[in-house]
Antibody, heavy 118, light 107 residues
Framework: QVQLVESGGGVVQPGRSLRLSCAASGFTFSLYGMHWVRQAPGKGLEWVSVISYDGSNKYYGDSVKGRFTISRDNSINTLYLETNSLRLEDTAVYFC???????????WGQGTLVTVSS | DIQMTQSPSSLSASVGDRVTITCRASQGISNSLAWFQQTPGKAPKSLIYAASSLQSGVPSKFSGSGSGTDFTLTISSLQPEDFATYYCQQYDSYPYTFGQGTKLENK
């Protein structure tokens, strides 16, 4: 069955960087677009970024544009989110999600917590 | 960016009730609307996509409708496991945006 496992979260100081990973299994990873969505403590969901199945197209939310970079390695079925210049307001659980097409976010990982704190 | 507004923000209901949650987009999004359910400490779960298509494995007591700017999620015959927070999301254009959520509580 489809499995998405995020990792790489932790406690980091403002201005520093962190790379998040999402290991995929149970489906042909190279055929699907993938998303990152985050959720600050006690808050709602915020869409972060998307990458197309082949990595040729990428889009970002306004709050992370220019600071975060999404990428993927289809040879090892892994999605990444490079988070740079982190701010206190980037503190959140970061989820990866598989899109089955037409906005169908069919599967989600369990999330990884990023805490930005001095 | 397209703004998504859900109402109500919270809702109190009882087991067996039928409830409806509304989501309004700041501009027309055709049927590019999804609904998610989330319980505390868990990842969101897809319920509905394309405004009214039921995600595989989701019980038919969940139904979605609407097009353009106004959408609804209806849950019939509430069960204890249905008390959760529900989010709508538009995927008509980037950046995708979520509603602020509707917390469904057991009366």
């Amino acid at each position: 069955q489809v499995q998405l496992v995020e990792s790489g979260g932790g406690v980091v100081q403002p201005g520093r960087s962190l790379r998040l990973s999402c290991a995929a299994s149970g489906f042909t990873f190279s055929l699907y677009g993938m998303h990152w969505v985050r959720q600050a403590p006690g808050k709602g969901l915020e869409w972060v970024s998307v990458i197309s199945y082949d990595g040729s197209n990428k889009y970002y939310g306004d709050s992370v544009k220019g600071r975060f970079t999404i990428s993927r390695d289809n040879s090892i079925n892994t999605l990444y989110l490079e988070t740079n210049s982190l701010r206190l307001e980037d503190t959140a659980v970061y989820f990866c999600a598989k899109e089955d097409g037409y906005g169908n976010f069919s599967n989600w990982g369990q999330g990884t917590l990023v805490t930005v704190s001095s | 960016d397209i703004q998504m507004t859900q109402s109500p923000s919270s809702l109190s209901a009882s087991v067996g009730d039928r409830v409806t949650i509304t989501c309004r987009a700041s501009q027309g999004i055709s049927n590019s609307l999804a609904w998610f359910q989330q319980t505390p400490g868990k990842a969101p779960k897809s319920l509905i996509y394309a405004a009214s298509s039921l995600q595989s494995g989701v019980p038919s007591k969940f139904s979605g409708s609407g097009s353009g700017t106004d959408f609804t999620l209806t849950i019939s015959s509430l069960q204890p496991e249905d008390f959760a927070t529900y989010y709508c999301q538009q995927y008509d254009s980037y950046p995708y945006t979520f509603g602020q959520g509707t917390k469904l509580e057991n009366k």
